[in-house]
């Protein structure tokens, strides 16, 4: 704002000058050269807070570069986000397997952030060691349940085809 107030300052100062080389300008042949530089001197200043441009494409770069790296901070923040939840519900999942007796080598759990900040949990694998419908289906119902998502269940890699 205050360099605003200087160019204007500047602009004024520079048409009163003009003004006055106009007025004390002998009338003739060289009026013409003279209002034509008079003219450039007022079109230079006029446009003078041009010549500052690398300037401002400095500073236009820095916001970029602070544009990016908050969206880097952002994607980092919502990776650890997924990274904690995810963790929770394999906890918890596995607290359930243990309680109802159920051997397992791995669960996965696939999820997304929205631009709202949305979590949606994608998907659920399961792999467990030995095939026991009972159990499988007792499974699907409390991951469907408590994490609103189908439980891909596997058995020692290959998928198990439940029966609905």
Request: a negative charge; glycine letters at 6%; charged letters at 25%.
């Given at each position: 704002?205050?360099?605003?107030?200087?160019?204007?300052?500047?602009?004024?100062?520079?048409?009163?000058?003009?003004?006055?080389?106009?007025?004390?300008?002998?009338?003739?042949?060289?009026?013409?050269?003279?209002?034509?530089?008079?003219?450039?001197?007022?079109?230079i200043m006029?446009?003078s807070p041009?010549?500052?441009?690398?300037?401002?494409?400095?500073e236009y770069?820095?916001?970029?570069?602070?544009?990016?790296?908050?969206?880097?901070?952002?994607?980092?923040?919502?990776?650890?986000?997924?990274?904690?939840?995810?963790?929770?519900?394999?906890?918890?999942?596995?607290?359930?397997?243990?309680?109802?007796?159920?051997?397992?080598?791995?669960?996965?759990?696939?999820?997304?952030?929205?631009?709202?900040?949305?979590?949606?949990?994608?998907?659920?694998?399961?792999?467990?060691?030995?095939?026991?419908?009972?159990?499988?289906?007792?499974?699907?119902?409390?991951?469907?349940?408590?994490?609103?998502?189908?439980?891909?269940?596997?058995?020692?890699?290959?998928?198990?085809?439940?029966?609905?």
């Open positions: 704002m205050e360099n605003m107030k200087e160019w204007a300052m500047s602009v004024v100062f520079s048409v009163a000058v003009a003004a006055v080389i106009g007025l004390l300008s002998p009338k003739g042949g060289g009026e013409k050269a003279i209002k034509f530089l008079t003219c450039i001197f007022l079109l006029f446009l041009f010549a500052d441009f690398e300037f401002n494409a400095a770069t820095k916001g970029i570069d602070s544009f990016l790296q908050e969206h880097e901070l952002k994607d980092q923040v919502e990776s650890q986000v997924k990274e904690t939840l995810a963790s929770q519900i394999i906890s918890s999942i596995s607290a359930y397997l243990n309680s109802i007796n159920v051997e397992y080598t791995k669960i996965s759990v696939d999820m997304d952030i929205d631009e709202n900040k949305n979590i949606t949990i994608k998907g659920i694998v399961l792999h467990l060691i030995s095939k026991n419908s009972q159990n499988e289906k007792l499974i699907s119902d409390y991951v469907r349940d408590n994490y609103g998502a189908e439980a891909e269940i596997l058995i020692d890699g290959v998928q198990n085809e439940r029966e609905n």
